[in-house]
């Protein structure tokens, strides 16, 4: 069953260049050694204004299938953690 990791962000947000970096590592890591199907979708807060509402002040923001797992600093080793139990 594929996952979806979403990670909101805005540009210029050096929090949010560095949630990338790990979901991206971590989220290759999973793949390769747990043969996990996970998409990443990355979304700009400031192309909506519901989001930007709702996630303007705690971004960047990494859902698991839709549900929030954290926001403003990703624990490598918790996120990995969290999309492993998935399998």
């Known amino acids: 069953m594929p996952h979806t990791v979403t990670l909101y962000t805005k540009p210029g947000c050096h929090l949010c260049d560095d949630a990338r ?7 290759g890591r999973v793949q390769a050694s747990d043969h996990l199907d996970v ?8 192309a909506d204004p ?5 996630y303007g002040e ?14 403003w600093r990703v624990d490598a080793a918790r996120f990995e953690k969290a999309l492993k139990e998935l399998a």
């Open 58 to 71: 705690e971004i960047p923001v990494v859902l698991i299938d839709g549900k929030m797992h954290t926001y």
């Open 50 to 54: 519901a989001l930007q509402t709702r």
């Open 21 to 27: 970096d790990i979901v991206d590592d971590v989220v």
């Open 39 to 46: 998409a990443v979708d990355e979304l700009d807060i400031l």
